[in-house]
C-alpha cells in the first residue's frame, strides 16, 4: 500500500456520519434557534466543515450559523449579550451544550453517542452582503468575518483531502487549532505552489509545523474575508507550542500508522 493510499484509508474511515437518522432532531434544533432568535432572525446558514467538503467524524457533525439582523441587540449588551443569551437558552434544553470560542456545542439525540452540532450567532452586516459580526468569547473581543466567503475558497482549493488528515490529525493528539486557521495556513501558506501528491503534502505540513525556527504558526495568517482579522491570533503562544510539541512526535516517525490511524 503507497502512502497515499494509506492516507485515503484513513481519511475514509473518519468520513462523516450519515444524518438521516437525525432529521428530526436537527428540525426541532432549527426551531429552538428561530424561536430565539424572534426578530433578529434572518437565517440559520450551514457554515462549517460539510459545507466546505472537510468534514470529518471525529470532529463536530454539523455546524450553523444563526445569521440576526444588523441592528439586532445593538444597544443592549452587543454581541456578548447575544452569545450568552444562546448558550442559556441551549442549556435549557440541551443540557451537556458547552461553549466554545465562537459557536456552542450541543449533541443531538443518543444514537452512536449523539450529533454534535456547533451553533454560532452572528450578526449580519447592514445591506446585501454575507458579512457578519461573531462574537470570540476566549478573547472577549467581536470580529467581522464572511463563513460564505470560506466556504468557497477551501471548497475549491484542492486541498480537502490534506485539510482532513490534518483535521483526524488534530483531533487524535487533542489539539485546540481552528479549522479556519488550520484551512488557510496550508492553503494559502504551507502548501502553497505545492502539488497534489497526498502523503508528500501531509509530510511537508507537518515537518513545517515541527520547525524551531521560521516556523509557519508564528507567521501572519489573515482571514481573506477580513484583512484587519488574523487568524493567527486564534492561538496562543502555549497552544502554537503544544502543536510543534505533537508535530515534532509525528515527524519522527518511521511509519505512518504511528502519525494517523
Known amino acids: 500500500m503507497t502512502v497515499d ?29 428561530q424561536k430565539w432568535a424572534s426578530t433578529c432572525y434572518s437565517a440559520i446558514l450551514d457554515s462549517g466543515s460539510r459545507a466546505k467538503g472537510t468534514a470529518i ?8 450559523l444563526v445569521s440576526l439582523t444588523s441592528d439586532c441587540n445593538e444597544n443592549s449588551g452587543g454581541l456578548k449579550s ?4 444562546l448558550h442559556s437558552t441551549l442549556k435549557n434544553s440541551y443540557p451537556t451544550a458547552r461553549p466554545q470560542n465562537v459557536s456552542i456545542r450541543v449533541t443531538l439525540g443518543t444514537i452512536l453517542g ?32 464572511n463563513m460564505q466567503r470560506h466556504i468557497a475558497d477551501v471548497s475549491r482549493s484542492g486541498r480537502t483531502s490534506e485539510i482532513k488528515a490534518l483535521k483526524i490529525w488534530r483531533e487524535l493528539n487533542q489539539l485546540d487549532f481552528p479549522s479556519v486557521y488550520l484551512e488557510y495556513l496550508l492553503i494559502n501558506h504551507v502548501l502553497s505552489g505545492h ?15 515541527a520547525k524551531d525556527t521560521s516556523n509557519p504558526l508564528f507567521a501572519r495568517i489573515i482571514d481573506p474575508a477580513n484583512s484587519t482579522n488574523a487568524l493567527s491570533d486564534l492561538l496562543t503562544t502555549t497552544e502554537k507550542q503544544k502543536i510543534i510539541a505533537k508535530a ?13 490511524w
Do not use: M
Request: hydrophobic share 35%.
Open 195 to 209: 502539488g497534489n501528491d497526498l502523503g508528500n503534502n501531509v509530510w511537508h505540513v507537518l515537518n513545517e509545523l
Open 82 to 85: 447575544i452569545y450568552d443569551s
Open 57 to 64: 467524524s471525529l470532529a463536530s457533525d454539523v455546524d450553523y
Open 114 to 145: 449523539g450529533v454534535q452540532v456547533d451553533v454560532t450567532p452572528a450578526r449580519k452586516q447592514p445591506g446585501n452582503t454575507n458579512d457578519h459580526w461573531l462574537y470570540l468569547s476566549k478573547q472577549g473581543t467581536r470580529q467581522q468575518t
Open 248 to 260: 515534532k512526535v509525528a515527524a519522527a516517525q518511521q511509519n505512518w500508522n504511528r502519525v494517523v
Open 5 to 33: 493510499e494509506y492516507l485515503q484509508q484513513v481519511v475514509a474511515k473518519y468520513s462523516p456520519r450519515d444524518l438521516t437518522g437525525s432529521v428530526f432532531d436537527i428540525s426541532q434544533l432549527k426551531a429552538t434557534l
